[in-house]
């Protein structure tokens, strides 16, 4: 019996020790399990709040890229802007690209320009286009480009005549005082100082002249053309010159036909018409505006190419297949006078073939 009732309180000593150490063993697995789980809550704070920042920072530094993008190329434009050369005449670029590139489609004068633009590549062997710049001066641009780039000399009649003093001439020898009138392009000046700014615009068209004129190297004189087509300042000036050396030959040509002499068919055409019947009117009604509101009409590039002593050869694209696509101005120049081209899809813009 006592045998039995040692071996009892052995085993009911053994269960305490086993429910103890099973308590232990639990306590010890929930503190466990509460400590991981509020490690595992922090570190999931800990992880979400830097992914937070992390996107946080991303979206900070791509909105910085845009802003940096699009501050950098606007001050790239700007510099650009600033520093490049704006040409008004520019590089030689290749016909039939260039024909390609700006009539696309199949409508019906699409591809009449496209056809027109072929006989110039194959029948009349014009192999690049130079595009001029778009404006109101754009006629007298085209036609100046190319007497300074192939060095053209003087015309006859400037030669003989100094034209810085032609302004105070048509005012004091023919007392034409009307040229008060006298208006710069867009500029639109007129008053008592319009024969010093014309003396000083043919001052510069006489100066150019002679410097272009007096270079042999093709590629320097091309160089030259782009450093001078570049300044609107200078060109604006120039053309000017060759408007008001327009008026003068319209005044001297009128001052003949007043004593009977025989002078130009185109000169008669120009005095027939009511908006041009005189010097003044010619000049107030088409001269003016030429530079500001609207270009050269074709009678004025007659008077152009008598003006300045060359063959104006105009191949006038929307004319293909008609007597008109190449016309001459004046249509009856003398032989020995240079000859420059020109091409137009509208008579109202030009451009430069190159051969």
Not at 165 to 184: A, D, R, T, V
Not at 197 to 221: A, N, P
Not at 333 to 355: A, C, G, K, M, Q
Request: glycine share 4%.
């Amino acid at each position: 019996c006592v045998c039995v009732s040692v071996r009892e309180r052995e085993r009911e000593r053994e269960r305490e020790t086993l429910k103890a150490f099973g308590d232990q063993v639990h306590s010890w697995t929930l503190v466990t399990s509460q400590v991981l789980d509020t490690a595992w809550r922090i570190a999931k704070g800990s992880v979400m709040l830097a992914v937070s920042l992390l996107v946080a920072t991303l979206c900070y530094f791509r909105r910085l890229h845009l802003y940096l993008e699009h501050w950098l190329k606007w001050w790239i434009g700007y510099l650009q802007r600033k520093f490049k050369r704006n040409l008004s005449v520019e590089a030689e670029v290749d016909l039939l690209s260039y024909c390609a590139r700006e009539w696309k489609g199949e409508t019906p004068r699409a591809k009449l320009m496209r056809k027109a633009y072929e006989e110039l590549f194959w029948r009349h062997h014009i192999k690049c286009v130079r595009q001029v710049k778009r404006d109101n001066y754009d006629a007298l641009r085209s036609v100046l480009f190319q007497i300074f780039s192939q060095g053209l000399s003087f015309p006859s009649w400037m030669k003989e005549k100094d034209i810085v003093k032609l302004p105070e001439k048509l005012l004091f020898s023919q007392g034409c005082n009307w040229i008060q009138q006298y208006s710069f392009g867009p500029e639109k000046y007129t008053g008592s100082n319009v024969f010093g700014k014309l003396r000083k615009c043919v001052e510069l068209l006489k100066m150019q002249w002679t410097e272009f004129s007096g270079i042999k190297d093709y590629h320097k004189r091309g160089s030259m053309c782009n450093i001078l087509f570049s300044d609107v300042i200078l060109e604006h000036k120039l053309y000017e010159a060759l408007k008001f050396i327009m008026l003068y030959q319209v005044t001297e040509v009128y001052e003949q036909m007043k004593t009977n002499k025989i002078i130009p068919s185109l000169f008669r055409l120009l005095f027939s018409r009511e908006t041009s019947s005189d010097p003044l009117s010619f000049m107030m009604n088409h001269l003016n505006s030429v530079g500001d509101t609207c270009g050269l009409e074709q009678i004025d590039m007659f008077i152009l190419g008598y003006s300045l002593e060359v063959k104006i050869k105009v191949f006038r694209l929307f004319k293909f297949n008609s007597r008109d696509f190449a016309v001459w101005y004046p249509e009856e120049p003398l032989r020995e006078w240079p000859e420059i081209s020109l091409l137009t899809e509208n008579d109202h813009h030009y451009h430069i073939p190159v051969f």
